[in-house]
């Protein structure tokens, strides 16, 4: 675990890098502050010597006693007013570089995200996902904020009174000195329980956020079906999972203070009863005492501090785990160079492309085989539809061939060159994908149909125009400009899937796939975008995913898949003769009983 963290943390070290200046002006000031905290106590000491007549630092000897009060006081002043001003620099540097620090890794980590394939997503609940972007990120900001500098800087205090408490009467130093070995153990032995017990609770945390975004997602059906109460009552659950998790770090928490005030309180007793001893047998003055007083006082305030600290440095240590292993997921599909190859460029204007599937096989879970050994070719301009019971594997084909997933068996060519050759940005810039389920941002029309396009205005108006848009656009109150609610929720699933449509003619891909583009459209609105969509796909080769029979006719050839093989092939008469699958679908559905 030791060894995990510290390569944790020296993973953090980039990113420091930028502000070299302002942490070694930090680290410097360490020093002076650390000086100006020991120094209060002895000038006190000093102070109580000079009344009492008591010996005295050299440089207060043969001063007049008001004399040496008032320079006292001075000096006093002088300490304290250079700590406050110099922990106030330090502060602001310190903040300042904690937020470029968090800023810069949760830019990291929303990018790294990403780019992790859908099967790690498919395996994370998005609550998760967003505990370890915004809770554990902060708690990291938290801990170098207030904590990593803090403790550097209280040890460099711990030293510097530890050196002038030995250096004035060493007897009492290496006591008050021997004091700190079991709060430091106490510390230690704390830690390890502490650590466990707090990752506890940021899984919890992880789990509740999930439960709260699934509830707050689905709300629409949660009142539907009437389970509020019963998904109150689930989330209850969680909560209390969430509460006992938090309690296990608490008596961590409390212990430890409790023990270093024990300890401390102990300390300053010896002190007082052995200096008492010493300074009625006259072997130390009373100012002397009064300084050790102080100084026992101040040599516990780093471990109190410490204490305070606890929970966020833990915490912050969790964090660091938690980031860590969501940095060190690997990408599993990304770019692969090869020495040698030059990739193609994409066309500028839209080119049909050949599509084809060598043996493709492919399963989410290895237990559970969804396409086994699939071949097929789609020739440059062929439009072709798929089709097949529902789990037949359909939608898979689609992202595979969008590369969301890799195979893990055989190759999907594009133009005769294997998809993983090509760069990410070539194969999807050639790919249009309509789905079903269509996803639209915050914002307004224009930029969800540019999205990555970089388009006119006036460019835009026209392909809308072209796309039949032009209605829906008069119908919404600010045309391209009006905004947007959360996925588009101020408008209807059909004019959502207008809009899908129209984003992807933008960009003239080479391959145009549909899954069931038209499904939530009435039919005077998918009458009206058939005709733009049959202008669409000319010069184009065309993957449809189709349930509805008028859609399947019209195209080139026909796939039907079943348990992830194809299990027939032709145009929609051929397959209707030969009283296969096709045919059986096809009848259920023109009596109603079934889609494709």
């Not at 570089?97 to 395996?123: C, E, K, P, Y």
């Not at 998904?231 to 209390?240: D, E, G, L, Q, Y």
Request: charged fraction near 20%.
């Amino acid at each position: 675990m030791a060894r995990r963290d510290r390569e944790r943390l020296l993973r953090l070290l980039p990113y420091l890098g930028r502000d070299r200046r302002r942490l070694t002006l930090t680290l410097v000031l360490l020093i002076p502050v650390a000086f100006a905290a020991a120094v209060q106590p002895l000038l006190v000491g000093q102070a109580i010597s000079a009344l009492r007549g008591e010996p005295t630092l050299p440089w207060l000897q043969g001063l007049p006693v008001p004399q040496a009060l008032r320079l006292i006081v001075l000096l006093l002043l002088v300490a304290v007013l250079t700590r406050l001003g110099l922990q106030g620099i330090q502060t602001f540097n310190v903040q300042a570089v904690g937020q470029r620090l968090t800023a810069r890794i949760r830019n990291d980590l929303f990018a790294h995200a990403m780019a992790l394939s859908l099967r790690f997503h498919d395996r994370t609940p998005v609550g998760k996902l967003l505990t370890r972007l915004t809770s554990d990120v902060d708690a990291l900001a938290e801990v170098f904020g207030s904590g990593a500098v803090g403790v550097l800087a209280d040890l460099v205090t711990l030293v510097v009174i530890a050196i002038t408490m030995i250096s004035i009467e060493w007897r009492l130093g290496v006591l008050l000195m021997a004091a700190q070995v079991p709060v430091t153990l106490g510390i230690l032995w704390l830690q390890g329980r502490y650590r466990k017990a707090n990752y506890r609770v940021r899984e919890e945390l992880g789990q509740l956020n999930a439960d709260l975004q699934e509830n707050l997602q689905g709300l629409e059906v949660v009142q539907m079906f009437r389970r509020e109460a019963v998904n109150s009552a689930r989330f209850a659950v969680t909560t209390a999972a969430y509460k006992r998790s938090v309690n296990g770090t608490i008596l961590y928490d409390s212990a430890i203070s409790a023990f270093i005030e024990w300890v401390a309180l102990s300390a300053v007793a010896v002190v007082l009863a052995l200096g008492g001893w010493m300074v009625t047998t006259g072997a130390m003055g009373l100012g002397t005492l009064t300084t050790f007083i102080l100084y026992s006082q101040r040599l516990f305030d780093p471990l109190r501090q410490l204490a305070e600290r606890f929970t966020q440095i833990q915490g912050g240590l969790t964090a660091v785990e938690r980031i860590g292993e969501l940095l060190e997921e690997p990408i599993e599909i990304q770019d692969q160079s090869s020495a040698g190859f030059r990739v193609p460029c994409a066309p500028a204007a839209p080119v049909a492309a050949e599509v084809v599937f060598d043996n493709v096989s492919f399963a989410y879970r290895d237990d559970e085989p969804i396409l086994s050994n699939l071949n097929f070719r789609i020739a440059p301009g062929e439009h072709v539809a798929i089709v097949g019971p529902t789990g037949s594997g359909k939608t898979t084909v689609i992202r595979l061939l969008c590369r969301l997933y890799e195979p893990q068996q055989g190759r999907i060519l594009l133009d005769g060159v294997d998809i993983r050759e090509l760069p990410i940005a070539t194969l999807r810039q050639r790919l249009g994908v309509v789905l079903q389920d269509t996803f639209l941002f915050s914002g307004n029309v224009a930029d969800n149909l540019r999205l990555d396009a970089d388009i006119s205005s006036d460019e835009l108006r026209r392909i809308c125009g072209e796309l039949g848009l032009a209605p829906l656009l008069g119908r919404l109150p600010d045309g391209l400009a009006t905004e947007l609610r959360e996925r588009g929720g101020n408008l209807s699933s059909g004019e959502r899937q207008l809009l899908s449509v129209a984003r992807v003619a933008i960009r003239n891909p080479s391959v145009l796939v549909m899954d069931e583009a038209t499904a939530f459209m009435d039919p005077s609105t998918e009458a009206t975008l058939q005709r733009d969509l049959d202008k669409l796909l000319q010069q184009r080769t065309a993957i449809v995913i189709a349930h509805r029979l008028a859609t399947v006719e019209a195209a080139d050839r026909i796939l039907v898949l079943k348990r992830g093989r194809l299990i027939e092939e032709g145009n929609h008469r051929q397959l209707r003769a030969s009283g296969g699958l096709y045919a059986q679908l096809a009848e259920l559905q023109e009596r109603g009983l079934a889609a494709l």
